[in-house]
């Protein structure tokens, strides 16, 4: 069935909603083998986003580690992060389907402002969802948003954050499907979302085949990204399903893996959820007893959900991709380590993929790719604070 990975997947949405889903699917159909709309990506993604980003051979680091590791570096995409691949392709599609009106959810204000980046540049109006208490502790992103002229709506419902304004923006979908496209920011959600953000950000796979074959002349033997909802996993590990390359998505184990009625203590979702349904999917989620989501934790911002991407869920139980969590402490390590060793600070997110090689370089073999996700000037308050002692 289309729009099932095995399991998972699936359109679990309100009827009322079918019909702008149906539009969606057609839109991208048609739009994803038009010849101008490819040429029209290409030159933003080149142009505008800086693609293609460098596959860097991290010398000194593999010295360090006894193993060859290239970072794909995502981090230098306009924007310091791989959102844009998804953000750029979906508002051309948007504006391809006529729409004049695009919604986006947000958490920590990153996807938020990838949309905003992608809306100000085509010329389209965008408005962004946002929890409250996210609200509150982004203020930066939130002024970067309304800069690039995009509208932040608070989100006062549930737990004011990430979650709930993905169900606002569902909400405001439902009733204005007519001129408004629903930007979804990962490989989460109903049909046909997780397969249009994966074949957006697969281009991020796609070069780095091209790049390891040309200076390596072999496929690595390991590549490892770090997992949301899983856009930047999926996007570099898409293009070597097929191949003979393991495969890993590291999730965020937070301050540790305790797990009580009211909230994660972590956001692994893969390693540790059960099958439920969240945002219009059947994929694995962080629940308790009654099915009722938990509220994640993580350092990273951008790693802080319930859920992950059907396809990954599926990806993870037929035993193609493996599965590891980093925690708080760890990843903050990494996050110096490449720092000083490389002249790079990466995100906090990506930090959790560079720990895990960090920690385990000898089981994943010679030649390791890392997805360096996005970059850590986002991150630098935050662990300027925790270098104080404060909470974070
Ligand atoms: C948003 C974000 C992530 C997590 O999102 P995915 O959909 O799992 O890729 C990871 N890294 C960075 C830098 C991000 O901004």
């Given at each position: 069935?289309?729009?099932?990975?095995?399991?998972?997947?699936?359109?679990?949405?309100?009827?009322?909603?079918?019909?702008?889903?149906?539009?969606?699917?057609?839109?991208?159909?048609?739009?994803?083998?038009?010849?101008?709309?490819?040429?029209?990506?290409?030159?933003?993604?080149?142009?505008?986003?800086?693609?293609?980003?460098?596959?860097?051979?991290?010398?000194?680091?593999?010295?360090?580690?006894?193993?060859?590791?290239?970072?794909?570096?995502?981090?230098?995409?306009?924007?310091?992060?791989?959102?844009?691949?998804?953000?750029?392709?979906?508002?051309?599609?948007?504006?391809?389907?006529?729409?004049?009106?695009?919604?986006?959810?947000?958490?920590?204000?990153?996807?938020?402002?990838?949309?905003?980046?992608?809306?100000?540049?085509?010329?389209?109006?965008?408005?962004?969802?946002?929890?409250?208490?996210?609200?509150?502790?982004?203020?930066?992103?939130?002024?970067?948003?309304?800069?690039?002229?995009?509208?932040?709506?608070?989100?006062?419902?549930?737990?004011?954050?990430?979650?709930?304004?993905?169900?606002?923006?569902?909400?405001?979908?439902?009733?204005?499907?007519?001129?408004?496209?629903?930007?979804?920011?990962?490989?989460?959600?109903?049909h046909p979302y997780p397969e249009i953000v994966r074949d957006f950000q697969s281009v991020i796979g796609k070069e780095t085949k091209e790049q390891i074959l040309k200076c390596e002349k072999r496929l690595p033997d390991s590549i490892v990204a770090c997992t949301g909802g899983g856009s930047n996993s999926?996007?570099?590990?898409?293009?070597?399903?097929?191949?003979?390359?393991?495969?890993?998505?590291?999730?965020?184990?937070?301050?540790?893996?305790?797990?009580?009625?009211?909230?994660?203590?972590?956001?692994?979702?893969?390693?540790?959820?059960?099958?439920?349904?969240?945002?219009?999917?059947?994929?694995?989620?962080?629940?308790?007893?009654?099915?009722?989501?938990?509220?994640?934790?993580?350092?990273?911002?951008?790693?802080?959900?319930?859920?992950?991407?059907?396809?990954?869920?599926?990806?993870?139980?037929?035993?193609?991709?493996?599965?590891?969590?980093?925690?708080?402490?760890?990843?903050?390590?990494?996050?110096?380590?490449?720092?000083?060793?490389?002249?790079?600070?990466?995100?906090?997110?990506?930090?959790?993929?560079?720990?895990?090689?960090?920690?385990?370089?000898?089981?994943?073999?010679?030649?390791?790719?890392?997805?360096?996700?996005?970059?850590?000037?986002?991150?630098?308050?935050?662990?300027?604070?925790?270098?104080?002692?404060?909470?974070?």
């Open positions: 069935m289309k729009g099932k990975f095995g399991r998972y997947g699936g359109q679990f949405v309100p009827e009322i909603l079918m019909p702008a889903i149906e539009e969606l699917i057609e839109g991208y159909e048609r739009y994803k083998a038009d010849q101008k709309f490819t040429k029209e990506l290409n030159f933003y993604s080149r142009e505008f986003a800086g693609r293609p980003t460098p596959l860097y051979h991290a010398k000194r680091l593999s010295e360090a580690y006894g193993a060859k590791i290239y970072l794909k570096r995502e981090d230098l995409v306009h924007g310091g992060a791989h959102k844009l691949n998804n953000t750029l392709g979906q508002a051309l599609l948007a504006k391809y389907m006529g729409k004049e009106r695009i919604i986006a959810e947000t958490g920590a204000g990153q996807h938020g402002t990838a949309t905003a980046m992608a809306g100000a540049m085509l010329g389209i109006k965008i408005e962004v969802y946002m929890g409250s208490k996210d609200m509150e502790r982004q203020r930066m992103n939130v002024y970067r948003m309304e800069l690039l002229g995009a509208k932040v709506i608070p989100v006062e419902s549930g737990s004011k954050t990430l979650k709930d304004a993905i169900n606002e923006a569902l909400r405001d979908w439902v009733s204005n499907v007519e001129d408004t496209y629903y930007l979804i920011g990962s490989i989460v959600g109903p999926i996007g570099i590990f898409y293009p070597f399903i097929e191949d003979d390359v393991k495969l890993f998505a590291i999730e965020a184990g937070g301050e540790s893996l305790k797990k009580t009625d009211k909230v994660a203590y972590h956001s692994a979702s893969l390693c540790q959820g059960e099958e439920g349904i969240l945002h219009g999917a059947r994929t694995k989620i962080l629940q308790n007893e009654y099915g009722q989501i938990l509220e994640s934790h993580s350092i990273a911002a951008g790693l802080d959900y319930s859920g992950v991407g059907p396809e990954l869920s599926h990806l993870s139980e037929i035993g193609r991709i493996n599965s590891g969590n980093i925690c708080d402490n760890d990843a903050l390590e990494a996050f110096y380590e490449l720092s000083r060793k490389k002249g790079i600070i990466p995100a906090l997110e990506s930090s959790h993929a560079v720990s895990y090689v960090l920690k385990h370089a000898k089981e994943l073999g010679d030649l390791i790719v890392i997805n360096l996700s996005g970059r850590g000037d986002k991150d630098v308050e935050i662990v300027a604070r925790l270098n104080r002692g404060d909470k974070a």
